[in-house]
């Protein structure tokens, strides 16, 4: 999860560098720093704290240099703090290493070196890796490409790597398993980071590196990708589809308001050329390729984790209701540590917004083993489990930057939609009148997107009365339920507040203990099917002194006079009303966030990708 960037080349390394670690911070920001190497001299300056903590320290030091690597951190092994922050040097000073994952098998191989006389000067992994790559490079005499090669053949877990030598000062060495690497090729010059936001300024050529890859990279332009096995590949170049405008906040305060506010023009934007209404038809692409193999599966498992899960549950909604498949969801850090009944009878949906996270790759792996297909969801072109899939859809939502996830979320759903519709048509279990009704409404969604924004004044004025309190209970039942819960995880991560999101008929059993004068509870009540059920549940939460929020459909004139405060969304199909009734919650959260004094871009103890298990 933490964010790696790369340059050598004829430039000054250290302004890319700092500027690549910007964009990278949404991967960590527990402390971040840079090693430069210039004429023989290798500098490092790191620091607990932001990279604006770091620019601020490095000001004062010389960062000359046309090679260096930068790292911004998200803490697995040892406390945010100066000695563990990346770039780690090895005990001659001659290496210098950044790391993105976790070495297993880090303790026995630091218990190994200690007794050759190496002495750790950090709590990390990571140190340990460098030393074992100095002990081979010393004691064998080999190259540091080759050091690099065989000790990762001894480690055990996953990482991306950069290694610089000041020895070998014209080259650098890059190595990926398990989390990704991408690599920049410009003019004699080469740029490496975790992901393509640092490279797009200055080339759209670029390679990803694969599991068990590494490459090394010369100042001369020259670039040699090997396995660990020792055998050449040719580099795949590849073209990036994205524009630096979306990477930038674009005028906005924050990344997560300006991708809230993107949510109308992306569901449209993952709609187009998939869909169209007046013909009535449906089209994914990865769909068409397996068509036989998805209508004829026995059960659909859906495989996630945090805000794409709940996309799933709303998949399963959807594809049991429409195209009568049965339907698992499952959380896949959960998923690989059992074992799971999976066959080639079964199609295996994976989601995830960076297609890098690590428990979803896992699930993958053995899902694949057991013959199952398998269809990624995903939003980043060239991500590992775009490659790992045997089909899948991109999401088309653009860089999303903020942590805490909107904008994927809402083409998650829309693919999901669109997935479940396409299968409903092939079966034969939905009309095609009834399925060109709902394809006009999905028309309609991001105009109706785009007029539940226009509310952001009257969230605000709720969120003030309701910013101080400890708890939130959010409650829906049916396609609303998977809406409580992402609300309510929104509101813990970005403003620290506990909150849980229940199926409103399970208030009863046990929740509505909880609930008196001091508790906010946020009724998605958009769902016409179960009206008269939530309105039950309002007044029994009216009836415990309890406060309502409520999130109903234009002209409920039911609900609106039984909530302390509520926000009207316009009118949709059922099954399309999550794209709408989400938009509120993640304002409300937002919200609530800036006024609690939260960086609600940059949660604490929280990264984006998460790319360790």
Same mark, same amino acid.
């Given at each position: 999860?933490?964010?790696?960037?790369?340059?050598?080349?004829?430039?000054?390394?250290?302004?890319?560098?700092?500027?690549?670690?910007?964009?990278?911070?949404?991967?960590?920001?527990?402390?971040?720093?840079?090693?430069?190497?210039?004429?023989?001299?290798?500098?490092?300056?790191?620091?607990?704290?932001?990279?604006?903590?770091?620019?601020?320290?490095?000001?004062?030091?010389?960062?000359?240099?046309?090679?260096?690597?930068?790292?911004?951190?998200?803490?697995?092994?040892?406390?945010?703090?100066?000695?563990?922050?990346?770039?780690?040097?090895?005990?001659?000073?001659?290496?210098?290493?950044?790391?993105?994952?976790?070495?297993?098998?880090?303790?026995?191989?630091?218990?190994?070196?200690?007794?050759?006389?190496?002495?750790?000067?950090?709590?990390?992994?990571?140190?340990?890796?460098?030393?074992?790559?100095?002990?081979?490079?010393?004691?064998?005499?080999?190259?540091?490409?080759?050091?690099?090669?065989?000790?990762?053949?001894?480690?055990?877990?996953?990482?991306?790597?950069?290694?610089?030598?000041? @020895?070998?000062?014209?080259? =650098? #060495?890059? $190595?990926?398993?398990? !989390?990704?690497?991408?690599?920049? /090729? *410009?003019?004699?010059?080469?740029?490496?980071?975790?992901?393509?936001?640092?490279?797009?300024?200055?080339?759209?050529?670029?390679?990803?590196?694969?599991?068990?890859?590494?490459?090394?990279?010369?100042?001369?332009?020259?670039?040699?990708?090997?396995?660990?096995?020792?055998?050449?590949?040719?580099?795949?170049?590849?073209?990036?589809?994205?524009?630096?405008?979306?990477?930038?906040?674009?005028?906005?305060?924050h990344f997560m308001l300006k991708e809230i506010y993107e949510q109308p023009q992306v569901i449209l934007d993952c709609m187009r050329g998939r869909m169209n209404a007046e013909?009535?038809?449906?089209?994914?692409?990865?769909?068409?390729?397996?068509?036989?193999?998805?209508? @004829?599966?026995?059960?659909? =498992? #859906?495989? $996630?984790?945090?805000? !794409?899960?709940?996309?799933?549950? /709303? *998949?399963?909604?959807?594809?049991?209701?429409?195209?009568?498949?049965?339907?698992?969801?499952?959380?896949?850090?959960?998923?690989?540590?059992?074992?799971?009944?999976?066959?080639?009878?079964?199609?295996?949906?994976?989601?995830?917004?960076?297609?890098?996270?690590?428990?979803?790759?896992?699930?993958?792996?053995?899902?694949?083993?057991?013959?199952?297909?398998?269809?990624?969801?995903?939003?980043?072109?060239?991500?590992?489990?775009?490659?790992?899939?045997?089909?899948?859809?991109?999401?088309?939502?653009?860089?999303?930057?903020?942590?805490?996830?909107?904008?994927?979320?809402?083409?998650?759903?829309?693919?999901?939609?669109?997935?479940?519709?396409?299968?409903?048509?092939?079966?034969?279990? =939905?009309?095609?009148?009834?399925?060109?009704?709902?394809?006009?409404?999905?028309?309609?969604?991001?105009?109706?997107?785009?007029?539940?924004?226009?509310?952001?004044?009257k969230i605000k004025e709720i969120a003030a009365k309701y910013f101080e309190a400890k708890n939130f209970l959010y409650l829906g039942r049916g396609l609303a339920f998977p809406?409580?819960?992402?609300?309510?995880?929104?509101?813990?991560?970005?403003?620290?507040?506990?909150?849980?999101?229940?199926?409103?008929?399970?208030?009863?059993?046990?929740?509505?203990?909880?609930?008196?004068?001091?508790?906010?509870?946020?009724?998605?009540?958009?769902?016409?099917?179960?009206?008269?059920?939530?309105?039950?549940?309002?007044?029994?939460?009216?009836?415990?002194?309890?406060?309502?929020?409520?999130?109903?459909?234009?002209?409920?004139?039911? =609900?609106?006079?039984?909530?302390?405060?509520?926000?009207?969304?316009?009118?949709?199909?059922?099954?399309?009303?999550?794209?709408?009734?989400?938009?509120?919650?993640?304002?409300?959260?937002?919200?609530?966030?800036?006024?609690?004094?939260?960086?609600?871009?940059?949660?604490?103890?929280?990264?984006?990708?998460?790319?360790?298990?």
């Amino acid at each position: 999860m933490c964010g790696i960037v790369a340059y050598i080349g004829s430039r000054e390394a250290y302004p890319i560098l700092i500027k690549g670690l910007r964009r990278l911070e949404y991967r960590g920001y527990d402390s971040a720093g840079v090693a430069l190497l210039n004429k023989g001299n290798l500098s490092v300056y790191k620091k607990e704290g932001k990279v604006a903590v770091l620019e601020d320290f490095a000001k004062n030091h010389d960062i000359a240099g046309n090679i260096g690597i930068g790292h911004t951190r998200w803490a697995t092994h040892g406390v945010p703090c100066d000695r563990n922050a990346h770039p780690h040097l090895s005990n001659s000073h001659r290496l210098a290493i950044i790391h993105n994952g976790i070495i297993e098998n880090y303790a026995s191989l630091k218990a190994e070196l200690e007794t050759r006389g190496y002495v750790f000067e950090s709590d990390t992994d990571t140190e340990v890796l460098l030393n074992l790559i100095e002990d081979i490079q010393k004691e064998e005499k080999r190259t540091i490409e080759e050091a690099v090669r065989v000790a990762l053949n001894e480690v055990v877990g996953a990482y991306a790597i950069v290694v610089i030598d000041k @020895n070998e000062p014209d080259k =650098i #060495i890059a $190595a990926r398993k398990g !989390s990704p690497l991408v690599i920049g /090729i *410009g003019q004699n010059e080469f740029f490496v980071a975790s992901d393509a936001s640092p490279i797009i300024e200055y080339t759209n050529n670029v390679v990803y590196l694969n599991d068990e890859e590494f490459a090394v990279l010369n100042r001369n332009g020259q670039l040699d990708i090997k396995t660990l096995g020792n055998l050449e590949k040719t580099p795949y170049i590849q073209k990036l589809e994205m524009d630096l405008e979306k990477i930038e906040k674009g005028g906005y305060e924050h990344f997560m308001l300006k991708e809230i506010y993107e949510q109308p023009q992306v569901i449209l934007d993952c709609m187009r050329g998939r869909m169209n209404a007046e013909q009535g038809w449906i089209k994914l692409g990865g769909v068409n390729e397996y068509a036989t193999r998805i209508n @004829n599966a026995k059960r659909i =498992i #859906i495989t $996630a984790c945090g805000t !794409s899960w709940h996309s799933g549950l /709303i *998949g399963e909604y959807l594809i049991e209701e429409l195209a009568r498949v049965p339907v698992e969801v499952e959380y896949a850090s959960e998923f690989r540590y059992r074992n799971p009944i999976v066959t080639q009878n079964d199609v295996v949906l994976a989601i995830s917004q960076s297609g890098e996270t690590a428990d979803t790759l896992s699930a993958i792996q053995i899902a694949k083993e057991r013959q199952a297909l398998i269809y990624g969801i995903c939003n980043v072109i060239g991500s590992s489990i775009a490659r790992e899939a045997h089909a899948g859809s991109y999401t088309h939502a653009g860089p999303e930057i903020g942590v805490a996830s909107t904008k994927a979320f809402t083409v998650q759903v829309t693919i999901l939609t669109l997935m479940a519709l396409q299968l409903a048509q092939s079966k034969g279990t =939905i009309s095609q009148s009834r399925l060109r009704t709902i394809l006009y409404e999905m028309e309609q969604v991001p105009e109706k997107v785009k007029q539940t924004l226009k509310l952001d004044v009257k969230i605000k004025e709720i969120a003030a009365k309701y910013f101080e309190a400890k708890n939130f209970l959010y409650l829906g039942r049916g396609l609303a339920f998977p809406i409580a819960l992402e609300g309510a995880l929104k509101l813990k991560e970005i403003s620290y507040i506990h909150a849980e999101g229940y199926p409103a008929a399970e208030m009863k059993h046990g929740p509505i203990a909880l609930i008196d004068e001091n508790m906010p509870v946020v009724f998605i009540a958009t769902n016409k099917s179960a009206h008269e059920k939530i309105v039950s549940n309002i007044q029994e939460v009216k009836a415990r002194k309890g406060k309502v929020i409520a999130i109903i459909l234009e002209g409920d004139e039911t =609900i609106k006079g039984l909530a302390d405060d509520y926000i009207e969304v316009p009118d949709t199909d059922e099954l399309l009303s999550p794209l709408v009734a989400i938009v509120p919650l993640q304002l409300l959260s937002y919200h609530i966030a800036l006024m609690r004094g939260c960086n609600v871009d940059q949660p604490r103890n929280l990264a984006k990708s998460v790319t360790v298990e």
